[in-house]
């Protein structure tokens, strides 16, 4: 099973907007709404940030968003801080195996 | 509320199994579904398997000739075996819970570094 495809970096000043684009295909992100957005800091365990493309757990802030679009998930940060530095991994379930897949991560650098 | 903690063996010989435990405190194991996911040094993070409230599993294909994942409801804990490890196993493993089995982690142990080295 491919891991879904993710740009290895992505930057943006304060106050931006960011986008980050996750392309898998139609046995997983294009084919179930299970995909999830995760959040890790340097040394840190990831953090679920978005989960089933578009809903944020209790806490996240409202400034992330997710969005899905054929093969292709999205995750969004708005009104870009510093704290939002970090990697961002996105998971998809793969329904032909009954597993998961990430992403190779992306890096966001707030400038 | 709920906290996941690893433990278990850094240091593991080629070839040997490498055998780590998960305890969750504040919660049952009774319930839910338990995850455990690695990554290597500087890499992105790969999916290992999981193991339902049931007792019944998934692996990652690319493991599952080497890899079990058990629960121990008496002692609250779930856990990982991988055999045969080689330099390429070698990374942080994370345990976690996926809550309601929608393939989604919603709470995650510290991590674990495993080195394989002789």
């Known amino acids: 099973q491919s891991a879904l495809t993710q740009p290895p970096s992505a930057s943006g000043s304060p106050g931006q907007s960011v986008t980050i684009s996750c392309t898998g295909t139609s046995s997983d992100v294009g084919g179930y709404d299970y995909v999830s957005w995760y959040q890790q800091h340097p040394g840190k365990a990831p953090k679920l940030m978005i989960y089933?493309?578009?809903k944020r757990p209790s806490g996240v802030p409202d400034r992330f968003s997710g969005s899905k679009s054929g093969n292709t998930a999205s995750l969004t940060v708005s009104g870009l801080q510093a704290e939002d530095e970090a990697d961002y991994y996105c998971?998809?379930?793969?329904?032909?195996?009954?597993?998961?897949?990430f992403g190779g991560g992306t890096k966001l650098t707030v400038l | 509320q709920v906290q996941l903690q690893e433990s278990g063996p850094i240091l593991v010989k080629p070839s040997e199994t490498l055998s780590l435990t998960c305890t969750v405190s504040?919660?049952?194991?009774?319930?839910?579904?338990w995850t455990w996911i690695r990554q290597p040094p500087g890499k992105g993070l790969e999916w290992i398997g999981c193991i339902y409230h049931s007792g019944s599993t998934n692996y990652n294909p690319s493991l599952k000739s080497r890899v079990t994942i058990s629960l121990d409801t008496s002692k609250n804990q779930f856990s990982l075996k991988l055999s045969s490890v080689t330099a390429a196993d070698m990374a942080v493993y994370y345990c976690?819970?996926?809550?309601?089995?929608?393939?989604?982690?919603?709470?995650w142990g510290r991590g674990t570094l495993v080195t394989v080295s002789s």
């Open positions: 089933e493309v578009t």
């Open positions: 976690a819970r996926d809550p309601w089995g929608y393939w989604r982690f919603d709470l």
């Open positions: 998971s998809s379930y793969v329904g032909s195996n009954n597993l998961v897949v």
């Open positions: 504040g919660g049952s194991v009774s319930s839910s579904y």
